[in-house]
């Protein structure tokens, strides 16, 4: 297990060198030019997320195909995922994390797009969706789509499986002593049974918990930063020296804690908001909605909430929850920190059962998390397979669970990274081979002023 942990951590360093990132901050930088800062039009993107459009082409609600991205983006990618960037990366991680969901708004936004334009509907009455079918009609290369198929189906075990499940028993298991395997099998039934509800009932599920859970959470955090007020400033402004400091790190190279900051912030980034991977694409899909661009700028709003407004104020809070509690000093070398220590520090702080309120927000958090991304990964493996192989991937995911939780935490994160990086290749190809479609709809529907008219043919 050793040798295969090391491999995993060596293949993972070197899949997330600097072209990858490169690749990735330019598509964001690059998209968010070619739509003419579509990042300004999320208000309307909110508006539209809670405004019905039930006499469109689709089998589920628009706002119930963002909760579903929205569960699976919200997650411990968040809560652990940023301490995590922390801790290797240093607080300006969280700077980087921003920037990238400031930019990945436009990558979100174009890869919808794109699903939707290039969606199917079968003889059944189902919409099917997303990068393989953009990358098969679009860009007519079905080889590479089924490459981008294969990567999802291993990221939903990755991302959206192992790592939501460890990070549940262990806290569960550090806060109320309940042993690892104990809450793999409890994890493990309650997927079971949400599955069984298909992908409308998983959209009402989630439809229900992820805006509370949001909000509940969120307001934790605020707390917290009322509590430490006046450290709120200085964390800010150590993350903003640290995210452009270069200051040679122990060992390192001048210049190697700016490439640290942004190698985990951006990593992180990509991990909580999934710009880039074309996972959310797949679901919004199957979404009802009258021209792709009008879903498409709904689903960008995910990346909105999840990096720019959650993981910010996440990200703010540890740092300034460290601050006030360990002092200046502390805020300089984050890495004799552990990720878990540093959120329960945080949420120490709360006046009463902070890490508990923390460890349920995550369990409930993590949960939807593995729902959503059971939805991208099933859609993955209808396109590679059909309907028959989806009943041997519902049993396989569900056991994955149980064997998540109770698995080594490096080795998880690193496999989660891995299978990041081989999603977002073939979807960034994607998105440059056919960002002349994402221009000419955009233009179509949103900066005319047209984003309630129908398709032709929709």
């Known amino acids: 297990m050793e040798l295969i942990a090391r491999f995993i951590a060596g293949f993972n360093q070197f899949l997330w060198g600097p072209p990858l990132l490169v690749l990735l901050v330019g598509a964001h930088i690059f998209l968010t030019f070619r739509t003419k800062f579509m990042q300004r039009f999320v208000p309307l993107g909110i508006k539209l997320s809670i405004s019905k459009d039930d006499h469109s082409s689709g089998m589920i609600s628009n706002f119930g195909a963002l909760s579903i991205a929205l569960a699976a983006t919200i997650g411990t990618g968040n809560i652990i995922?940023?301490?995590?960037?922390?801790?290797?990366?240093?607080?300006?991680?969280?700077?980087?994390?921003?920037?990238?969901?400031i930019f990945g708004i436009a990558t979100k936004y174009g890869e919808s797009l794109l699903s939707l334009k290039y969606r199917i509907q079968t003889e059944?009455?189902?919409?099917?969706?997303?990068?393989?079918?953009?990358?098969?009609?679009?860009?007519?290369q079905k080889w590479l789509a089924i490459l981008f198929a294969i990567f999802t189906v291993g990221a939903s075990f990755g991302v959206g499986n192992l790592a939501q499940s460890n990070a549940v028993s262990t806290f569960t298991y550090?806060?109320?002593?309940?042993?690892?395997?104990?809450?793999?099998?409890?994890?493990?039934?309650?997927?079971?049974?949400?599955?069984?509800?298909g992908l409308k009932g998983i959209s009402k599920l989630c439809s229900a918990?992820?805006?509370?859970?949001?909000?509940?959470?969120?307001?934790?955090?605020?707390?917290?930063?009322?509590?430490?007020?006046?450290?709120?400033?200085?964390?800010?402004?150590?993350?903003?020296?640290?995210?452009?400091?270069?200051?040679s790190v122990s060992g390192g190279f001048a210049g190697s804690v700016i490439?640290?900051?942004?190698?985990?912030?951006?990593?992180?980034?990509?991990?909580?908001?999934?710009s880039g991977l074309g996972s959310a694409p797949i679901i919004a899909a199957a979404a009802k909605t009258r021209n792709p661009v009008r879903q498409a700028l709904i689903s960008s709003t995910g990346t909105f909430w999840d990096t720019v407004c959650v993981c910010a104020v996440t990200g703010v809070t540890i740092v300034s929850a460290i601050l006030f509690t360990y002092g200046w000093e502390a805020g300089r070398d984050f890495s004799k920190f552990q990720a878990q220590e540093l959120t329960k520090a945080a949420f120490h702080l709360l006046p009463a059962g902070g890490v508990e309120i923390l460890t349920v927000a995550l369990a409930i958090f993590a949960c939807t998390t593995v729902l959503g991304w059971f939805c991208y990964g099933e859609q993955a493996i209808h396109y590679l397979g059909g309907k028959k192989a989806m009943i041997f991937y519902r049993l396989i995911f569900v056991a994955a669970v149980y064997i998540g939780a109770v698995t080594k935490l490096d080795i998880v994160w690193n496999f989660s990274d891995i299978a990041n990086g081989l999603m977002a290749i073939p979807n960034i190809i994607c998105l440059f081979a056919l960002n002349g479609v994402i221009v000419k709809e955009?233009?179509?529907?949103?900066?005319?002023g047209k984003i309630d008219d129908y398709a032709d043919g929709n």
């Open 81 to 101: 995922g940023v301490a995590t960037a922390i801790v290797l990366g240093g607080p300006g991680a969280v700077f980087w994390c921003w920037v990238c969901g």
């Open 442 to 448: 955009t233009a179509r529907y949103l900066h005319s």
């Open 124 to 140: 059944d009455g189902q919409f099917h969706g997303g990068p393989m079918y953009a990358i098969e009609y679009g860009m007519k």
């Open 259 to 274: 490439m640290l900051a942004m190698r985990y912030g951006i990593a992180r980034g990509l991990f909580s908001n999934e």
């Open 209 to 247: 918990l992820v805006p509370v859970m949001a909000i509940f959470y969120v307001a934790s955090c605020l707390v917290i930063l009322c509590i430490c007020r006046n450290m709120i400033f200085p964390a800010i402004q150590l993350i903003i020296t640290e995210a452009f400091s270069f200051r």
């Open 174 to 197: 550090e806060v109320f002593g309940v042993p690892q395997w104990i809450t793999g099998i409890g994890e493990t039934i309650f997927i079971a049974l949400a599955v069984l509800g």
